[in-house]
C-alpha cells in the first residue's frame, strides 16, 4: 500500500527559512514524478514545485522561483522529497501536500500529473 506522509510544518517569521519532507513508501520509487502542492480553505489547491523521477527536471510555481528548492532521495523501496523554502511571506501560509506519481503519469505541476497523496503538513508564515 502506498504511503505518503509529510513532516517538518510549523510556524516561522516572515522573511524566515523551513525545510519540510515527504517520505514515500510501499512501492518501487523508479519512475515516480513527486511533487508539493498547497492549498487554503476555500481555494483551489495548487502546484508548487514538482521534481522528476530521475531528478533531472525540476517545475516551480512562478510564486516560489528562486525561493523554494525541491529534492529527493530514493532508495529500493521508499522515495524522500525535501521542499526547502527562504524567504517565505504570508501568502505562503497553506496545507502543503506531497504527491507521488505513476510511472504512466506525464511530468507536470498539476493535479492531474500525481495519483497518490499525502495528509499535508500545516505552513504558517507570520510577523
Known amino acids: 500500500q502506498v504511503q505518503l506522509v509529510e513532516s517538518g510544518g510549523g510556524w516561522v517569521q516572515t522573511g524566515g527559512s523551513l525545510n519540510i519532507s515527504c517520505v514515500a513508501s510501499g512501492y518501487s520509487s523508479g519512475g515516480r514524478n513527486m511533487g508539493w502542492f498547497r492549498q487554503n480553505p476555500g481555494k483551489e489547491r495548487e502546484g508548487v514545485a514538482a521534481?522528476?523521477?530521475?531528478?533531472?527536471?525540476?517545475?516551480?510555481a512562478d510564486s516560489v522561483k528562486g525561493r523554494f528548492t525541491i529534492s529527493r532521495d530514493d532508495a529500493d523501496n521508499s522515495v524522500s522529497v525535501v521542499l526547502q523554502m527562504n524567504s517565505l511571506q504570508p501568502e505562503d501560509t497553506a496545507l502543503y501536500y506531497c504527491a507521488a506519481s505513476r510511472p504512466t503519469n506525464r511530468f507536470g505541476l498539476t493535479e492531474n500529473s500525481y495519483t497518490y497523496w499525502g495528509q499535508g503538513t500545516q505552513v504558517t508564515v507570520s510577523s
Open positions: 521534481i522528476s523521477w530521475s531528478g533531472g527536471s525540476t517545475l516551480y
